[in-house]
């Protein structure tokens, strides 16, 4: 079983990077795929990016590619989301999330996702 904690949101003006990291606790964190997912008010939770177990595939939302990283690091159980080129509709409430079961290509899915964190609030001044 894993935990996670998001950090790093916060309020950044448009064009600019933000980084949000997610900790994860539980020793099988590296058998995980991980993914981000966002929420801003009123609308559905939407697919941010996801990671394989070694990291070897990544798959990103249409919105965000171009801009947006997604890595791990598996020794220090942590996923990164790398934000560039923000802009005030990247504003929600950004999700990490596990995915316990093994795919060569991490899900796009909400509900394929086991486990998830609390989520931190990122903010886009225009």
């Known amino acids: 079983q894993v935990q996670l904690l998001e950090s790093g949101g916060g309020l950044v003006q448009a064009g600019g990077p933000l980084r949000p990291s997610c900790a994860a606790s539980?020793?099988?964190?590296?058998?995980?795929?991980m993914g981000w997912f966002r929420q801003a008010p009123g609308k559905e939770r939407e697919f941010v990016a996801a990671?394989?177990?070694?990291?070897?595939?990544?798959k990103y939302g249409n919105s965000v590619k171009g801009r947006f990283t997604i890595s791990r690091d598996n020794a220090k159980n942590m996923v990164y989301l790398q934000m560039n080129s923000l802009k005030p509709e990247d504003a929600a409430v950004y999700y990490c999330?596990?995915?316990?079961?093994?795919?060569?290509?991490?899900?796009?899915?909400?509900?394929?996702?086991?486990?998830w964190g609390q989520g931190t609030q990122v903010t886009v001044s225009s």
């Open positions: 999330a596990g995915d316990a079961v093994y795919r060569l290509y991490p899900s796009d899915r909400p509900s394929v996702y086991n486990y």
């Open positions: 539980g020793r099988t964190f590296s058998w995980y795929a």
């Open positions: 990671i394989n177990r070694n990291a070897g595939n990544t």
